[in-house]
C-alpha cells in the first residue's frame, strides 16, 4: 500500500486526507436497530468522526453514504487519487459483495474495516467477510467508537508508509 505524495521543495508533503463509506441501511443509524446500532444518527457520528480525524492530523475528512454498490465502487475508484485512506463499513456488502472487493484490491491506498456490530456475534452469514483479505484490518463491535479505532488505524499506517518513503 502507497502513500500519495507530492514532491515540493525537495520535501515530501504527506497527503492525509481520509475518506468514511458507509454502505446500505446506515443512512438510518439512530433509527434502525437501535439495540444492535445504538441511538447516533448518522449525522452525528459523522461530526463525531470528522472532529478525531482532525485532532488526529487528517487534513480533510469526507463521510459518503450509499446504498448502491456501483456508487461505492465509483467511491473506492475516485478515492486512489485524492485521499490517503478509506474507512469502510460496507454494511451487507461485506458479507457478498465481490465487486467491491475487487475495487478495494485495485486501488493503492489501504482501507481499514469496521463494523459497529460485532459480526463475529451475530447471524452465521455475518461471519464471513468476503472483503477483509483485500482490507488493512478488520474492526468491529464497538459502536461508533469502530469508526475512531479505525482512524487510529489508518493514521498508524499512513505515518509507516511515510516514514519509508
Not at 36 to 46: K, M, P, R, T
Not at 77 to 100: K, M
Amino acid at each position: 500500500m502507497t502513500c500519495l505524495h507530492t514532491i515540493f521543495n525537495e520535501s515530501v508533503i504527506i497527503m492525509k486526507n481520509v475518506l468514511i463509506i458507509n454502505g446500505p441501511n446506515l443512512n438510518l443509524l439512530g433509527e434502525r436497530e437501535p439495540g444492535v446500532y445504538g441511538s447516533e444518527s448518522d449525522d452525528s457520528i459523522c461530526l463525531m468522526i470528522k472532529e478525531k480525524a482532525m485532532e488526529l492530523g487528517f487534513t480533510e475528512c469526507e463521510c459518503f453514504q450509499s446504498n448502491h454498490e456501483g456508487e461505492i465502487i465509483d467511491r473506492i475508484h475516485s478515492a486512489r487519487l485524492d485521499f490517503a485512506g478509506i474507512v469502510l463499513n460496507a454494511g451487507a456488502y461485506t458479507h457478498y459483495s465481490y465487486a467491491i472487493r475487487d475495487a478495494i484490491a485495485a486501488v493503492k491506498i489501504p482501507v481499514i474495516e469496521v463494523h459497529m456490530s460485532n459480526i463475529h456475534k451475530r447471524e452465521e452469514f455475518r461471519h464471513t467477510s468476503v472483503i477483509s483479505p483485500v482490507c488493512a484490518g478488520q474492526i468491529a463491535g464497538f459502536g461508533s467508537e469502530s469508526y475512531i479505532l479505525g482512524l487510529y488505524a489508518l493514521k498508524n499506517i499512513i505515518e509507516k508508509e511515510a516514514d519509508k518513503a
